[in-house]
Protein backbone atom coordinates (compact mmCIF):
# COMPACT_ATOMS: atom_id res chain seq x y z
CA UNK A 1 0.00 0.00 0.00
CA UNK A 2 2.98 2.17 0.92
CA UNK A 3 4.55 1.41 -2.60
CA UNK A 4 1.38 2.39 -4.27
CA UNK A 5 0.82 5.72 -2.19
CA UNK A 6 4.73 6.46 -3.56
CA UNK A 7 4.06 5.90 -6.95
CA UNK A 8 0.52 8.14 -6.99
CA UNK A 9 2.68 11.39 -5.00
CA UNK A 10 5.43 11.10 -7.65
CA UNK A 11 3.21 10.72 -10.51
CA UNK A 12 1.27 13.72 -9.27
CA UNK A 13 4.65 15.68 -8.45
CA UNK A 14 5.13 15.07 -12.14
CA UNK A 15 2.16 16.08 -13.09
CA UNK A 16 2.65 19.68 -11.48
CA UNK A 17 5.62 20.22 -13.20
CA UNK A 18 4.88 19.53 -16.99
CA UNK A 19 1.81 22.17 -15.95
CA UNK A 20 4.35 24.48 -15.01
CA UNK A 21 6.85 23.84 -17.94
CA UNK A 22 4.07 24.46 -20.45
CA UNK A 23 3.06 27.59 -18.75
CA UNK A 24 6.40 28.95 -18.89
CA UNK A 25 5.81 29.15 -22.91
CA UNK A 26 3.01 31.57 -22.99
CA UNK A 27 5.14 33.79 -20.20
CA UNK A 28 8.76 33.45 -22.15
CA UNK A 29 6.54 35.12 -25.28
CA UNK A 30 5.47 38.10 -23.00
CA UNK A 31 9.04 38.61 -20.79
CA UNK A 32 11.09 37.41 -24.08
CA UNK A 33 10.27 40.33 -25.57
CA UNK A 34 11.74 42.98 -23.31
CA UNK A 35 14.45 41.00 -22.15
CA UNK A 36 17.50 39.47 -23.38
CA UNK A 37 18.53 35.60 -23.05
CA UNK A 38 21.08 35.93 -20.54
CA UNK A 39 18.89 38.93 -18.80
CA UNK A 40 15.80 36.98 -18.92
CA UNK A 41 17.64 33.78 -17.52
CA UNK A 42 19.64 35.28 -14.83
CA UNK A 43 16.38 37.23 -13.91
CA UNK A 44 14.20 34.07 -13.87
CA UNK A 45 16.90 32.43 -11.30
CA UNK A 46 17.27 35.30 -8.91
CA UNK A 47 13.38 34.98 -8.57
CA UNK A 48 12.82 31.08 -8.09
CA UNK A 49 16.44 31.34 -5.69
CA UNK A 50 15.01 34.20 -3.51
CA UNK A 51 11.61 31.97 -3.20
CA UNK A 52 13.62 28.74 -2.44
CA UNK A 53 15.83 30.07 0.18
CA UNK A 54 12.95 31.38 2.00
CA UNK A 55 11.41 27.96 2.15
CA UNK A 56 14.74 26.65 2.88
CA UNK A 57 14.73 29.03 6.05
CA UNK A 58 11.23 28.36 7.20
CA UNK A 59 12.11 24.32 6.91
CA UNK A 60 15.45 24.78 8.27
CA UNK A 61 16.81 22.36 5.41
CA UNK A 62 20.57 23.48 6.35
CA UNK A 63 23.26 22.23 3.32
CA UNK A 64 23.42 19.51 1.71
CA UNK A 65 25.96 16.70 2.47
CA UNK A 66 29.25 16.63 0.45
CA UNK A 67 28.19 13.79 -1.32
CA UNK A 68 25.20 15.55 -3.45
CA UNK A 69 27.50 18.88 -4.39
CA UNK A 70 29.14 16.97 -7.13
CA UNK A 71 26.01 16.72 -8.43
CA UNK A 72 24.10 19.83 -7.66
CA UNK A 73 26.68 21.80 -9.27
CA UNK A 74 26.45 19.93 -12.24
CA UNK A 75 22.90 20.22 -12.47
CA UNK A 76 23.00 23.39 -11.35
CA UNK A 77 25.76 24.81 -14.01
CA UNK A 78 24.54 22.69 -17.26
CA UNK A 79 20.60 22.52 -16.29
CA UNK A 80 19.45 25.78 -14.00
CA UNK A 81 22.31 27.95 -16.21
CA UNK A 82 23.66 27.10 -19.44
CA UNK A 83 20.43 25.08 -20.64
CA UNK A 84 18.16 28.34 -19.96
CA UNK A 85 20.73 31.02 -21.60
CA UNK A 86 21.14 29.09 -24.70
CA UNK A 87 17.33 27.85 -24.83
CA UNK A 88 16.40 31.59 -24.73
CA UNK A 89 18.70 32.27 -27.15
CA UNK A 90 17.83 29.51 -29.97
CA UNK A 91 14.44 30.21 -29.24
CA UNK A 92 14.91 34.12 -30.62
CA UNK A 93 16.71 32.56 -33.93
CA UNK A 94 14.34 29.63 -34.95
CA UNK A 95 10.36 29.43 -34.51
CA UNK A 96 8.98 27.60 -31.44
CA UNK A 97 8.26 24.72 -33.86
CA UNK A 98 11.82 23.83 -34.90
CA UNK A 99 12.53 24.69 -31.18
CA UNK A 100 10.64 22.03 -30.11
CA UNK A 101 11.54 19.81 -32.43
CA UNK A 102 15.29 20.35 -31.67
CA UNK A 103 14.44 20.57 -27.73
CA UNK A 104 12.34 17.25 -27.42
CA UNK A 105 15.46 15.01 -28.25
CA UNK A 106 16.16 15.61 -24.51
CA UNK A 107 14.18 12.80 -23.10
CA UNK A 108 15.60 10.30 -25.74
CA UNK A 109 19.30 11.70 -24.38
CA UNK A 110 18.35 10.79 -20.73
CA UNK A 111 17.29 7.69 -21.32
CA UNK A 112 20.56 6.45 -23.37
CA UNK A 113 22.87 8.61 -20.55
CA UNK A 114 20.22 7.08 -17.87
CA UNK A 115 21.18 3.79 -19.16
CA UNK A 116 24.59 3.73 -19.65
CA UNK A 117 25.38 5.59 -15.99
CA UNK A 118 22.66 5.10 -13.84
CA UNK A 119 21.96 1.18 -14.90
CA UNK A 120 17.94 2.56 -15.84
CA UNK A 121 16.77 -0.26 -17.60
CA UNK A 122 14.98 0.50 -20.56
CA UNK A 123 11.72 -1.72 -20.85
CA UNK A 124 9.97 -2.52 -24.22
CA UNK A 125 6.79 -0.29 -22.61
CA UNK A 126 9.18 3.16 -22.38
CA UNK A 127 11.06 2.81 -25.25
CA UNK A 128 7.48 2.44 -27.30
CA UNK A 129 5.96 5.34 -25.61
CA UNK A 130 8.96 7.83 -26.21
CA UNK A 131 8.61 6.31 -29.70
CA UNK A 132 4.85 7.61 -30.14
CA UNK A 133 5.31 10.92 -27.95
CA UNK A 134 8.78 11.90 -30.02
CA UNK A 135 6.55 11.32 -33.50
CA UNK A 136 3.90 13.50 -31.31
CA UNK A 137 6.39 16.36 -31.08
CA UNK A 138 7.91 15.78 -34.55
CA UNK A 139 3.88 16.47 -35.64
CA UNK A 140 3.47 19.14 -33.47
CA UNK A 141 6.85 20.71 -34.34
CA UNK A 142 6.03 20.88 -38.13
CA UNK A 143 2.58 21.93 -38.03
CA UNK A 144 3.93 25.34 -36.28
CA UNK A 145 7.28 25.50 -38.25
CA UNK A 146 7.52 28.98 -40.48
CA UNK A 147 7.63 28.09 -44.22
CA UNK A 148 11.01 30.06 -43.84
CA UNK A 149 14.33 28.13 -43.52
CA UNK A 150 15.71 27.56 -39.91
CA UNK A 151 19.00 29.36 -38.58
CA UNK A 152 21.82 27.03 -37.93
CA UNK A 153 22.64 28.93 -35.53
CA UNK A 154 19.31 28.41 -33.72
CA UNK A 155 19.53 24.82 -34.76
CA UNK A 156 22.90 24.34 -32.90
CA UNK A 157 21.90 26.18 -29.86
CA UNK A 158 18.78 24.41 -29.35
CA UNK A 159 20.28 21.05 -29.52
CA UNK A 160 23.23 22.40 -26.86
CA UNK A 161 19.82 22.85 -24.77
CA UNK A 162 19.11 19.60 -25.26
CA UNK A 163 22.33 17.92 -24.04
CA UNK A 164 22.60 20.35 -21.50
CA UNK A 165 19.52 19.26 -19.90
CA UNK A 166 20.10 15.62 -20.42
CA UNK A 167 22.96 15.93 -18.96
CA UNK A 168 21.89 17.87 -15.92
CA UNK A 169 19.45 15.39 -15.31
CA UNK A 170 21.47 12.40 -15.39
CA UNK A 171 23.85 14.48 -12.95
CA UNK A 172 21.15 15.56 -10.89
CA UNK A 173 19.43 11.82 -10.06
CA UNK A 174 22.80 10.40 -7.58
CA UNK A 175 21.98 13.80 -5.90
CA UNK A 176 19.09 12.87 -4.80
CA UNK A 177 20.12 9.63 -3.20
CA UNK A 178 21.49 11.45 -0.04
CA UNK A 179 20.20 15.23 -0.14
CA UNK A 180 16.15 16.05 -0.28
CA UNK A 181 14.30 17.17 -3.57
CA UNK A 182 14.12 20.99 -2.06
CA UNK A 183 17.78 21.05 -1.00
CA UNK A 184 18.97 19.63 -4.60
CA UNK A 185 16.57 22.46 -6.51
CA UNK A 186 17.73 25.31 -3.96
CA UNK A 187 21.51 24.81 -4.50
CA UNK A 188 21.11 23.66 -8.04
CA UNK A 189 19.60 27.10 -8.49
CA UNK A 190 21.71 29.44 -6.98
CA UNK A 191 24.64 27.69 -8.61
CA UNK A 192 22.78 28.63 -11.55
CA UNK A 193 22.36 32.13 -10.84
CA UNK A 194 26.02 32.55 -9.89
CA UNK A 195 26.72 31.17 -13.36
CA UNK A 196 24.51 33.61 -14.72
CA UNK A 197 25.89 36.47 -13.37
CA UNK A 198 28.07 38.07 -16.01
CA UNK A 199 24.63 38.93 -17.47
CA UNK A 200 23.63 41.21 -14.46
CA UNK A 201 24.36 44.71 -16.04
CA UNK A 202 21.92 43.77 -19.29
CA UNK A 203 19.26 42.95 -16.46
CA UNK A 204 19.72 46.19 -14.68
CA UNK A 205 19.20 48.18 -17.99
CA UNK A 206 16.78 46.36 -19.32
CA UNK A 207 14.73 46.09 -16.32
CA UNK A 208 14.55 49.56 -16.57
CA UNK A 209 12.95 49.91 -19.95
CA UNK A 210 10.77 46.46 -20.04
CA UNK A 211 6.92 47.06 -19.12
CA UNK A 212 5.26 45.54 -15.93
CA UNK A 213 3.74 42.87 -17.36
CA UNK A 214 7.44 41.56 -18.98
CA UNK A 215 8.93 41.86 -15.65
CA UNK A 216 6.01 39.77 -13.50
CA UNK A 217 5.83 37.02 -16.05
CA UNK A 218 10.08 36.73 -15.63
CA UNK A 219 9.76 36.41 -11.58
CA UNK A 220 6.29 33.86 -12.70
CA UNK A 221 8.79 32.14 -14.28
CA UNK A 222 11.04 31.82 -11.18
CA UNK A 223 8.71 31.27 -8.71
CA UNK A 224 6.56 28.93 -10.28
CA UNK A 225 8.23 27.46 -13.33
CA UNK A 226 11.50 27.21 -11.71
CA UNK A 227 11.06 26.77 -7.93
CA UNK A 228 7.95 24.93 -7.60
CA UNK A 229 8.19 23.03 -11.10
CA UNK A 230 11.66 22.02 -10.63
CA UNK A 231 11.14 20.99 -6.91
CA UNK A 232 7.93 18.76 -7.63
CA UNK A 233 10.35 17.28 -10.89
CA UNK A 234 13.08 16.18 -8.29
CA UNK A 235 10.76 14.71 -5.63
CA UNK A 236 9.37 12.78 -8.61
CA UNK A 237 12.81 12.16 -9.87
CA UNK A 238 14.29 10.79 -6.54
CA UNK A 239 11.39 8.21 -6.76
CA UNK A 240 11.50 6.29 -10.27
CA UNK A 241 14.18 6.14 -12.97
CA UNK A 242 15.32 9.44 -15.08
CA UNK A 243 14.18 7.42 -18.04
CA UNK A 244 10.75 7.53 -17.09
CA UNK A 245 10.79 11.28 -16.22
CA UNK A 246 12.48 12.07 -19.28
CA UNK A 247 9.56 10.78 -21.08
CA UNK A 248 7.12 12.10 -18.89
CA UNK A 249 7.86 15.41 -20.34
CA UNK A 250 6.96 14.81 -23.06
CA UNK A 251 3.42 15.96 -22.41
CA UNK A 252 4.66 19.56 -22.47
CA UNK A 253 4.13 20.08 -26.23
CA UNK A 254 0.41 19.10 -25.96
CA UNK A 255 0.01 21.20 -22.75
CA UNK A 256 1.48 24.36 -24.76
CA UNK A 257 -0.61 23.25 -27.31
CA UNK A 258 -4.10 23.65 -25.17
CA UNK A 259 -2.88 26.62 -23.00
CA UNK A 260 -1.80 28.95 -26.22
CA UNK A 261 -5.42 27.97 -27.25
CA UNK A 262 -7.33 28.54 -24.10
CA UNK A 263 -4.92 31.81 -22.97
CA UNK A 264 -3.97 33.48 -26.25
CA UNK A 265 -6.77 32.20 -28.42
CA UNK A 266 -4.27 30.55 -30.85
CA UNK A 267 -6.70 27.82 -32.23
CA UNK A 268 -4.66 24.55 -33.54
CA UNK A 269 -5.25 22.96 -36.69
CA UNK A 270 -5.79 19.32 -37.04
CA UNK A 271 -2.36 18.25 -37.35
CA UNK A 272 -1.35 20.06 -33.90
CA UNK A 273 -4.22 18.48 -32.67
CA UNK A 274 -2.96 15.00 -33.91
CA UNK A 275 0.50 15.82 -32.50
CA UNK A 276 -0.46 16.77 -29.01
CA UNK A 277 -2.71 13.54 -29.05
CA UNK A 278 0.20 11.20 -30.03
CA UNK A 279 2.58 12.91 -27.42
CA UNK A 280 -0.01 11.78 -24.61
CA UNK A 281 -0.38 8.46 -25.40
CA UNK A 282 3.21 8.02 -25.92
CA UNK A 283 3.37 9.18 -22.19
CA UNK A 284 0.78 6.87 -21.23
CA UNK A 285 2.64 4.14 -22.59
CA UNK A 286 5.65 4.60 -21.22
CA UNK A 287 4.17 5.58 -17.80
CA UNK A 288 1.98 1.95 -17.44
CA UNK A 289 3.34 -1.00 -16.13
CA UNK A 290 2.97 -4.85 -17.97
CA UNK A 291 0.22 -6.46 -16.41
CA UNK A 292 0.95 -9.23 -14.23
CA UNK A 293 -0.72 -12.49 -15.10
CA UNK A 294 -2.50 -14.23 -12.27
CA UNK A 295 -0.37 -17.69 -11.74
CA UNK A 296 -2.48 -21.07 -11.54
CA UNK A 297 -2.83 -22.32 -8.33
CA UNK A 298 -0.28 -24.98 -7.67
CA UNK A 299 -1.70 -28.06 -6.46
CA UNK A 300 1.23 -30.79 -5.29
CA UNK A 301 1.27 -33.94 -7.08
CA UNK A 302 0.51 -36.98 -5.40
CA UNK A 303 2.90 -39.04 -4.02
CA UNK A 304 4.24 -42.00 -5.96
CA UNK A 305 5.12 -45.01 -4.02
CA UNK A 306 8.77 -45.81 -3.92
CA UNK A 307 10.26 -49.00 -4.65
CA UNK A 308 11.32 -50.27 -1.59
CA UNK A 309 14.80 -51.78 -2.75
CA UNK A 310 15.51 -48.03 -4.92
CA UNK A 311 17.58 -45.60 -3.60
CA UNK A 312 17.57 -42.09 -5.15
CA UNK A 313 19.30 -40.21 -7.63
CA UNK A 314 22.50 -38.26 -6.19
Not at 86 to 92: F, P, R, T
Not at 95 to 102: E, F, I, P, R
Not at 145 to 154: C, R, T, Y
Request: aromatic share 6%.
Amino acid sequence: MNHRRTELLAAGAATVTVVLWASAFVSIRSAGAAYSPGALALGRLLSGALALGVICLIRREGLPPRSAWRGIAVSGVLWFGFYMVVLNWGEQQVDAGTAALVVNIGPILIALLGARLLGDAMPPRLLAGMAVSFAGAVTVGLSMSDDGGASVLGVVLCLLAAIAYAGGVVAQKPALGSATPLQVTTFGCFTGAVVCLPFAGQLVSEAADAPASATLNMVYLGVFPTALAFTTWAYALARTTASRMGATTYAVPALVVLMSWLALGEVPGLLTLAGGTLCLAGVAVSRSRARRTAAAPVTAPEPRPQPESASDPA
